[in-house]
């Protein structure tokens, strides 16, 4: 079966620890779109957030953002799917969240808002260089944040950042358990993050394949969170990293290398 679609989570997958695309991952994604594959970007980011090689990846035609919150036709800049919490969804997990040892981020419209008091203490929750550096372009400060964007309208994602990434395991363990009914992840060292139950990677991943009417088993998938694992379950190709949790692991077809040895481009390669 011919290649049609490859879909690629940014951070550990497609970007190096700098955040940067290698040469040779440039190459690889230059072959494939040379074949005639369209490559889809599919990140917990805001569009706007995503490194700018990336958005200005040659023929970039869709996207999945915020962990398949949203679909987006970049071409056209219109939303083709969204998936956010209801208004009782999002206050109910705001309430859980306020009581955690951690900073609460919230995008809302393809914005990243904050409260001042978790703004100001961003240095405190950086487990990865250039963490604090990155919070800061993604979030703005919001003074009465829970008020303001509960009566804005719909929430995309909230997310908290804990101290360490032990804490970061056991809350998101205990998240896990006490709301099945959110698509609850990780995608970075110290962060859990939480959409509305249809808001997955995975999700987002078969709606676009029936959108553009292709079938799964023409599309590969490559991914290194939890987040990414519903992706890498529904693409007829799943490809783990090599420095991917273990439930991505355990739903890929193929483990290729880390992020830091060009694992997607040997991957997409070894496939084209």
């Known amino acids: 079966m011919k290649l049609k679609l490859i879909a690629f989570d940014l951070d550990g997958t497609l970007l190096k620890d700098d955040k940067t695309i290698s040469p040779k991952t440039r190459e690889a994604l230059a072959l494939a779109q040379e074949a005639g594959v369209l490559l889809v970007p599919v990140t917990g980011r805001l569009f706007d957030t995503m490194p700018q090689e990336v958005r200005e990846l040659p023929g970039l035609s869709y996207a999945i953002t915020i962990n398949g919150a949203e679909v987006c036709d970049v071409a056209a800049k219109r939303v083709l799917r969204e998936a956010v919490f209801t208004r009782s969804e999002a206050e109910r997990m705001m309430d859980y969240m306020a009581g955690l040892p951690a900073i609460l981020g919230c995008y809302q419209g393809g914005n990243g808002w904050m409260s001042p008091e978790d703004f100001a203490r961003i240095d ?9 550096k990155l919070l800061r372009m993604i979030y703005r400060p919001m003074e009465h944040m829970r008020e303001r964007l509960l009566s804005a309208g719909s929430i995309q994602k909230l997310q908290v950042y804990f101290h360490t990434i032990a804490e ?35 999700a987002a991943l078969l709606f676009l394949c029936e959108y553009l009417g292709t079938r799964r088993s023409e599309c590969m998938a490559l991914g290194d969170g939890t987040n990414d694992t519903s992706m890498i379950a529904a693409a007829g190709i799943g490809v783990a990293m090599g420095n991917a949790a273990p439930e991505v692991k355990a739903a890929a077809n193929v483990i290729t290398k880390t992020n830091e040895e060009d694992g997607l481009a040997e991957a997409i390669l070894s496939f084209l």
């Open 124 to 132: 405190e929750f950086g487990t990865m260089p250039r963490q604090p």
């Open 168 to 202: 970061k395991d056991l809350y998101l363990a205990e998240m896990l358990k006490a709301f099945p009914d959110y698509a609850v992840s990780t995608s970075i060292p110290n962060n859990v993050e939480v959409n509305a139950r249809e808001a997955t990677k995975g």
